[in-house]
């Protein structure tokens, strides 16, 4: 599967962004789905991962209450909203793929990133 992550930009602290994640190659329900993010000098964290129906979710302790993932298998989309926003989310976020939910080893497949500022 290929992934194309797209949604990213410049927004002020307190603001919202909806990340996207586009897929193709195998049927996109096949796969579970998460979002990473990675700062500079810092390590790559999960943030969100979504079953293959949607309804089971998990989220990274930092972004609970605040950001919302979700998929529209019909469009192939994953979606990841982001709501009250900080500086301390500024990252390039990635989408991934696997066929295990939220898998301890790590995903299979990987989209590029995109760049999400946050300025104070």
């Known amino acids: 599967v290929q992934l194309q992550a797209s949604g990213g930009g410049l927004v002020q602290a307190g603001g919202s962004l909806r990340l996207s994640c586009a897929a193709s190659?195998?049927?996109?329900?096949?796969?579970?789905l998460g979002w990473f993010r990675q700062a500079p000098g810092k390590e790559r964290e999960r943030v969100a991962a979504?079953?293959?129906?949607?309804?089971?979710?998990r989220y990274a302790d930092s972004v609970k209450g605040r950001f919302t993932i979700s998929r529209d298998n019909a469009k192939n989309t994953v979606y990841l909203q982001m709501n009250s926003l900080k500086p301390e989310d500024t990252a390039v976020y990635y989408c991934a793929a696997d066929l295990y939910f939220d898998p301890i080893g790590g995903y299979d497949y990987w989209g590029q990133g995109t760049q999400v500022t946050v300025s104070s």
């Open positions: 190659g195998r049927p996109f329900g096949f796969y579970t």
């Open positions: 979504i079953s293959r129906s949607g309804d089971s979710t």
